[in-house]
Structure formats: C-alpha cells, structure tokens
C-alpha cells in the first residue's frame, strides 16, 4: 500500500499487560511521529525517529512507553503494565523529510484504538 | 496555557455560508504551519500548509500573522462535506520533529 499502515486497529488489554503497537510508514520516508490522541483533544506528540535514531523522545509520558526503530522503517510502540489512563488512539505518522524542517507534512496511519480494562 | 490554542466550537453554519478559525501559538520560535482535517474516528489529513505571504486552495484561504502568533482558516461557500474538526499544527524546528497539534475546531455544516 502506498500509505501508512498500523496494526491492530483495536487492543483491548487487561491492566497489567504489555501491549506492542506496529507502525509501516511510507516507503522511504525518514521520519517517523508516534501521537496519543485522546477523545476531543487534539493528537500529542510522543516521540520521533529520524531513520533508526530517536531523536525526540520527550512526549513519552512515563518509563513504562517505549519505542524503536531498529532498521529505519518500521516501528514498535510497546507499552509496559497498561493503565487504564493509556487508552486512547495512538497514531502513527511519517514525513519525507527531517522532521521541523521545510513544509513537508505529515502523513498518517488510521491510528491503533488501545482500549484497557 | 497551551502552547497552541484553537476555540473548540462548535461552529454550526448552513450550506454555502463562510466560516473562519484562528489558532494561535506561543513559541515565537514556530516554523511551520498547517492545517489538518480529521472525520470522526479517522486519521488527520493535511488540508493545507500556510506560508507566511498567505495562500489559498480553492475555497479554502489560510494566512500567517507572525507579529501576533496566529493562523487562520477561512472557508468560503462551505459545503456539507466540509463537516469536520479542523487541527491547527505549529512546528518549531528547535524541537526537531515534534509538531505540536491543537485540540481541533469542529465544524458542523447543515443543509
């Protein structure tokens, strides 16, 4: 496909468990975004990568969030111990270029609903 | 305060009528700007971009105020498919990478 691709599209998890989260992103595009996006808010940046390297990791919002990019194309969100406050819609996005520089924009994925009970 | 603030609405508007949104911003270090348009439970798309001189795209015209740290959205002749919540998106290149989102506007356009 020519667009971004994230799977599951829905997770439920019981509080406690580890869930991991799949991010495909555009052919040959360098940046990678991972957002949480709550109902009615607007989408929060979690942490970037620029090829394998990441580069912003200052939206993760606590230790147990964890994200990489081993080979510069597809990425893993994991999420360590779910707590009910983790749910939400975690999405995915990439860019052709560096992150911040130029107006190239961000393309995303439909996004993983994490629900934890 | 956020560092980028949109009013949520909603905005309710018949066909046809034009409708306008601010967004603005606090980091006066902001780069770049866009405007993105999510349906319910979809992924954000970008709408436009929005260059400091203003540009338009059809019925939809978007302008940079750099002095005050604003951005708008005008649309004009709205249609019923422009139903949506509209993001307001800042980059600050000092913080490679991270685009910072608003909590969106909601547009509701009723026949």
């Known amino acids: 496909g020519a667009g971004v691709s994230q799977s599951p599209r829905y997770k439920v998890a019981k509080r406690g468990q580890d869930v991991a989260l799949r991010c495909d992103p555009i052919?040959?595009?360098?940046?990678l975004f991972w957002y949480q996006q709550a109902l009615g808010q607007g989408p929060e940046f979690l942490t970037y990568?620029?090829?394998?390297?990441?580069?912003?990791k200052s939206g993760l919002p606590s230790d147990r969030f964890f994200a990489e990019r081993p080979e510069g194309s597809v990425s893993t969100l994991k999420i360590q111990r779910t707590q009910q406050e983790d749910s939400a819609v975690y999405l995915c996005?990439?860019?052709?270029?560096?992150?911040?520089?130029?107006?190239?924009?961000?393309?995303f994925g439909d996004g993983t609903r994490l629900s934890i009970l | 305060r956020k560092e980028v603030e949109q009013d949520p609405g909603p905005f309710n508007v018949p066909e046809g009528a034009t409708v306008a949104f601010n967004c603005t911003y606090s980091?006066?270090?902001?780069?770049?700007f866009f405007w993105y348009r999510q349906d319910c439970r979809k992924e954000p798309k970008l709408l436009m971009s929005?260059?400091?001189s203003g540009n338009e795209d059809g019925r939809f015209t978007a302008q940079l105020n750099r002095a005050s740290q604003y951005i708008s959205l005008l649309i004009r002749d709205s249609k019923l498919s422009d139903s949506a919540t509209y993001l307001c998106?800042?980059?600050?290149?000092?913080?490679?990478?991270?685009?910072?989102f608003g909590d969106g506007t909601t547009l509701t356009v009723k026949p």
């Open positions: 990568f620029q090829n394998e390297a990441q580069l912003d």
């Open positions: 929005v260059y400091s």
């Open positions: 980091n006066s270090a902001s780069q770049s």
């Open positions: 998106v800042v980059n600050a290149n000092t913080n490679a990478g991270k685009s910072t």
């Open positions: 052919s040959g595009h360098v940046s």
């Open positions: 996005a990439s860019s052709s270029t560096p992150g911040g520089t130029g107006y190239q924009p961000q393309h």
